[in-house]
């Protein structure tokens, strides 16, 4: 016998004789792997041979041949320690009572549908040289793969679909170079990987696609970063807890085949995080540093909680880049950084920032979501309220923020929002405020005709309370509020709207309001044209600066119960700033200004509207309307005036009278004896119709005859227009 063979010989019988025992056999660490060789063919006939109250327990082992159990049922707990194996084991269909690799070394480990009746504990240095294969498996306790290392050299480096754990998976600063398939798993507790780092560039880094977790799934910074190079799949999985990806450093690489998205053009999205039709009934929370280089997927996806989004960054920043080099072209590809339509969120969604507990300031303002590319929530619904504020949106000339059909509960807020794209909210339901204060809205979206659509589009939206647009707030593209209802107050005090290229600066027509505030002063005239066209508003307060909007003010049908503006302007300006904004006659905006100062009791105001509505009626017809409308506006006021016909036929009585009383007329016949009275022969003439005993008694002559003919015509001129005006002034009344 050899000394090689004496010494495997010895090292069997010690393996046998600590089985025996269940005490641990030792091996030096750095001694010759030959003189620390066990064959598997030993373990595996040691622990399927029945013997009974013992254990295998083996510390800095070097396992050589095949460690085979498949199908077997082991009843002794398996403890491997710091030891290494030349195959892997294969544990394919064994019941064991427990499994302990700590710290070993396999080229793979085979455990397709193993059951073990306590923990399964591959940690503490635990390397894979090939894939671990737990497909099927069951284990009775917890997975522990917390600090190992799976250095696949294929695709996969752990393969658990349907892995069943009564327990939690603990992997904490797991290391996989590979994918890591857990999908359909079904774990009783929590799943840990924070630390983990997942390396499968261009492939999935993490397939759990339909995993059931009853408690939480972390992917946080406890024990380091997570970090995934390659895609995260969480589609269709449900979580009894939160999902925890704070502070987590994704980057994906592959981007999926493009979609075609509303109103044109097509989605490039190269996802990271994949979590469609997840359903979590805890929090999601995406924040602290959370980094996407792709695009993060939550369309359908129902959290009990809320969805926090601060500090995140989220998007392909290279791409959005290249859209800021080519300023003023129409963009086809549109680059998704949040993709959330349908989304349901049973709680707020945050994804402003906070300083010191605050959320003011140019800290919290750096510490809010910052989006490269389209964020979408379209038809999404969140219950509570959605804070935007602070936020920073990347997609010049896109639809950066597509929300078309949201519904919020509470408040939006948007205050202090930067956006290089546009907002679109159409058929958005928001039950308490929109609040835009402050936001800057820049690069709008464009149309293939080069124009820009508007920066901020919330066509058809019902706000429950206020729409706030004030406090520095800029729309380089306008803003569109076209048929939106809003409940008590819509301003746009102190807003710039519009730019170089928009041909609308504020569209709201159809718009139904409250209070209405345009109060905007000469130095933040809107760029473009202002659609005031029927809007209902209780209170209107405006300021010069809208009135001088760059292309005119459209009113037609604009109602409302009262005006003001703030310094306070008289009626004369008023009538003006309608002449400047009105090249074309219409009676509606002068008889809504008109009922306003009727009903407040300012009569006379009121008629000083109608005199103007009057004369630029008449000035806008030929030759004769002209004249007629000028005999009208001096001789009666349009009706609004009747004294002032009384004082023409007093003056035109008087100086017929002062004519007479120095020119007696002959008689018209001898057989009459009329008796000449001046002042009642010129009553006689100007007033037409009644008979006052002196009209046809004289032969008038020479200048007499001229003044008589006169004095006839003043009065059916008088005539004519008073019994107009009084017409109208019936009809009016």
Same mark, same amino acid.
Request: glycine letters at 12%; hydrophobic letters at 45%; one cysteine or more.
């Given at each position: 016998?050899?000394?090689?063979?004496?010494?495997?010989?010895?090292?069997?019988?010690?393996?046998?004789?600590?089985?025996?025992?269940?005490?641990?056999?030792?091996?030096?660490?750095?001694?010759?792997?030959?003189?620390?060789?066990?064959?598997?063919?030993?373990?595996?006939?040691?622990?399927?041979?029945?013997?009974?109250?013992?254990? &295998?327990?083996?510390?800095?082992?070097?396992?050589?041949?095949?460690?085979?159990? $498949?199908?077997?049922?082991?009843?002794?707990?398996?403890?491997?320690?710091?030891?290494?194996?030349?195959?892997?084991?294969?544990?394919?269909?064994?019941?064991?009572?427990?499994?302990?690799?700590?710290?070993?070394?396999?080229?793979?480990?085979?455990?397709?549908?193993?059951?073990?009746?306590?923990?399964?504990?591959?940690?503490?240095?635990?390397?894979?040289?090939?894939?671990?294969?737990?497909?099927?498996?069951?284990?009775?306790?917890?997975?522990?793969?917390?600090?190992?290392?799976?250095?696949?050299?294929?695709?996969?480096?752990?393969?658990?679909?349907?892995?069943?754990?009564?327990?939690?998976?603990?992997?904490?600063?797991?290391?996989?170079?590979?994918?890591?398939?857990?999908?359909?798993?079904?774990?009783?507790?929590?799943?840990?990987?924070?630390?983990?780092?997942?390396?499968?560039?261009?492939?999935?880094?993490?397939?759990?696609?339909?995993?059931?977790?009853?408690?939480?799934?972390?992917?946080?910074?406890?024990?380091?970063?997570?970090?995934?190079?390659?895609?995260?799949? &969480?589609?269709?999985?449900?979580?009894?807890?939160?999902?925890?990806?704070?502070?987590?450093?994704?980057?994906?690489?592959?981007?999926?085949? /493009?979609? &075609?998205?509303?109103?044109?053009?097509?989605?490039?999205?190269?996802?990271?995080?994949?979590?469609?039709?997840?359903?979590?009934?805890?929090?999601?929370?995406?924040? *602290?540093?959370?980094?996407?280089?792709?695009?993060?997927?939550?369309?359908?996806?129902?959290?009990?909680?809320?969805?926090?989004?601060?500090?995140?960054?989220?998007?392909?920043?290279?791409?959005?880049?290249?859209?800021?080099?080519?300023?003023? $072209?129409?963009?086809?590809?549109?680059?998704?950084?949040?993709?959330?339509?349908?989304?349901?969120?049973?709680?707020?969604?945050?994804?402003?920032?906070?300083?010191?507990?605050?959320?003011?300031?140019?800290?919290?303002? *750096?510490?809010?979501?910052?989006?490269?590319?389209?964020?979408?929530?379209?038809?999404?619904?969140?219950?509570?309220?959605?804070?935007?504020?602070?936020?920073?949106?990347?997609?010049?000339?896109?639809?950066?923020?597509?929300?078309?059909? &949201?519904?919020?509960?509470?408040?939006?807020?948007?205050?202090?929002?930067?956006?290089?794209?546009?907002?679109?909210?159409?058929?958005?339901?928001?039950?308490?405020?929109?609040?835009?204060?402050?936001?800057?809205?820049?690069?709008?979206?464009?149309?293939? *005709?080069?124009?820009?659509?508007?920066?901020?589009?919330?066509?058809?939206?019902?706000?429950?309370?206020?729409?706030?647009?004030?406090?520095?707030?800029?729309?380089?593209?306008?803003?569109?509020?076209?048929?939106?209802?809003?409940?008590?107050?819509?301003?746009?005090?102190?807003?710039?709207?519009?730019?170089?290229?928009?041909?609308?600066?504020?569209?709201?027509?159809?718009?139904?309001?409250?209070?209405?505030?345009?109060?905007?002063?000469?130095?933040?005239?809107?760029?473009?044209?202002?659609?005031?066209?029927?809007?209902?508003?209780?209170?209107?307060?405006?300021?010069?600066?809208?009135?001088?909007?760059?292309?005119?003010?459209?009113?037609?049908?604009?109602?409302?119960?009262?005006?003001?503006?703030?310094?306070?302007?008289?009626?004369?300006?008023?009538?003006?700033?309608?002449?400047?904004?009105?090249?074309?006659?219409?009676?509606?905006?002068?008889?809504?200004?008109?009922?306003?100062?009727?009903?407040?009791?300012?009569?006379?105001?009121?008629?000083?509207?109608?005199?103007?509505?009057?004369?630029?009626?008449?000035?806008?017809?030929?030759?004769?309307?002209?004249?007629?409308?000028?005999?009208?506006?001096?001789?009666?006021?349009?009706?609004?005036?009747?004294?002032?016909?009384?004082?023409?036929?007093?003056?035109?009585?008087?100086?017929?009278?002062?004519?007479?009383?120095?020119?007696?007329?002959?008689?018209?016949?001898?057989? $009459?004896? /009329?008796?000449?009275?001046?002042?009642?022969?010129?009553?006689?003439?100007?007033?037409?119709?009644?008979?006052?005993?002196?009209?046809?008694?004289?032969?008038?002559?020479?200048?007499?005859?001229?003044?008589?003919?006169?004095?006839?015509?003043?009065?059916?001129?008088?005539?004519?227009?008073?019994?107009?005006?009084?017409?109208?002034?019936?009809?009016?009344?």
């Amino acid at each position: 016998m050899t000394a090689e063979e004496r010494a495997a010989d010895t090292v069997d019988h010690d393996v046998r004789a600590a089985f025996a025992a269940g005490r641990p056999l030792r091996f030096d660490p750095r001694a010759p792997k030959q003189e620390r060789a066990v064959r598997g063919e030993l373990l595996s006939f040691l622990l399927t041979a029945g013997y009974r109250t013992a254990a &295998l327990r083996l510390v800095g082992a070097h396992v050589v041949g095949p460690f085979a159990l $498949e199908g077997a049922r082991v009843d002794h707990v398996v403890d491997f320690l710091d030891c290494t194996f030349e195959q892997p084991p294969d544990l394919r269909m064994a019941r064991l009572v427990g499994l302990r690799l700590r710290g070993c070394k396999v080229p793979g480990l085979w455990g397709r549908n193993v059951r073990v009746g306590s923990d399964l504990v591959l940690e503490a240095g635990f390397t894979s040289d090939g894939v671990v294969d737990l497909t099927d498996a069951a284990v009775d306790g917890t997975l522990r793969l917390a600090g190992a290392v799976l250095r696949s050299k294929g695709d996969h480096a752990l393969l658990a679909a349907r892995i069943r754990l009564s327990g939690s998976l603990q992997a904490i600063a797991l290391r996989a170079g590979g994918e890591g398939r857990l999908r359909g798993a079904d774990v009783g507790g929590s799943v840990h990987l924070g630390g983990a780092r997942l390396v499968n560039a261009g492939q999935n880094a993490l397939d759990a696609t339909g995993v059931t977790i009853a408690g939480n799934l972390f992917c946080d910074a406890e024990g380091g970063r997570f970090t995934a190079e390659g895609r995260i799949l &969480l589609d269709g999985a449900r979580v009894g807890g939160s999902v925890v990806f704070s502070g987590a450093r994704l980057r994906a690489s592959v981007v999926d085949r /493009p979609v &075609l998205v509303i109103p044109r053009g097509t989605a490039d999205e190269a996802a990271a995080l994949v979590a469609d039709r997840m359903r979590v009934d805890g929090n999601v929370e995406l924040d *602290d540093g959370f980094t996407s280089s792709g695009t993060v997927r939550l369309p359908n996806a129902d959290i009990g909680g809320y969805l926090r989004l601060s500090g995140a960054v989220i998007g392909r920043r290279d791409v959005v880049e290249e859209l800021a080099d080519h300023p003023g $072209e129409v963009v086809h590809r549109i680059p998704v950084a949040l993709h959330a339509d349908g989304i349901r969120v049973r709680g707020d969604l945050e994804a402003r920032g906070a300083v010191n507990g605050g959320f003011a300031g140019d800290g919290a303002r *750096d510490s809010a979501l910052q989006a490269y590319g389209q964020v979408r929530l379209v038809d999404a619904h969140v219950r509570g309220s959605a804070s935007l504020s602070g936020v920073r949106l990347h997609g010049p000339g896109i639809d950066v923020l597509f929300a078309d059909r &949201l519904r919020v509960g509470g408040t939006l807020f948007l205050r202090d929002l930067r956006a290089h794209g546009s907002l679109r909210l159409q058929n958005a339901e928001i039950g308490s405020t929109l609040d835009c204060s402050g936001a800057s809205l820049l690069s709008p979206r464009r149309r293939p *005709d080069g124009t820009v659509k508007p920066s901020l589009d919330a066509r058809v939206a019902t706000v429950g309370k206020d729409f706030l647009c004030s406090h520095g707030f800029t729309a380089v593209g306008g803003v569109r509020i076209r048929l939106a209802e809003v409940g008590k107050m819509a301003t746009f005090a102190g807003a710039r709207l519009g730019g170089p290229d928009s041909d609308i600066a504020l569209n709201a027509y159809g718009l139904t309001v409250s209070q209405l505030v345009l109060r905007l002063s000469e130095d933040q005239v809107p760029v473009g044209r202002v659609v005031l066209t029927r809007v209902t508003a209780a209170t209107v307060l405006d300021g010069p600066g809208l009135w001088a909007a760059t292309g005119g003010v459209d009113v037609e049908d604009f109602t409302f119960r009262s005006i003001s503006s703030t310094p306070h302007v008289g009626v004369r300006t008023r009538l003006r700033w309608l002449r400047e904004v009105q090249p074309d006659f219409a009676p509606g905006p002068y008889e809504q200004l008109a009922a306003v100062y009727r009903d407040g009791g300012e009569e006379e105001l009121a008629q000083a509207v109608q005199l103007e509505k009057q004369h630029r009626r008449y000035s806008e017809l030929g030759v004769a309307g002209r004249v007629w409308g000028f005999l009208q506006r001096w001789t009666v006021g349009y009706g609004y005036r009747p004294w002032l016909a009384i004082a023409w036929l007093a003056a035109f009585w008087l100086a017929g009278s002062a004519w007479f009383l120095g020119h007696e007329m002959p008689k018209l016949n001898d057989d $009459e004896s /009329p008796s000449w009275n001046a002042w009642l022969l010129s009553m006689d003439l100007l007033i037409p119709i009644v008979d006052l005993g002196q009209d046809g008694k004289w032969k008038f002559s020479g200048a007499s005859q001229w003044i008589s003919s006169g004095l006839i015509a003043v009065g059916w001129i008088l005539a004519s227009t008073a019994a107009a005006g009084a017409a109208r002034v019936l009809k009016r009344v």
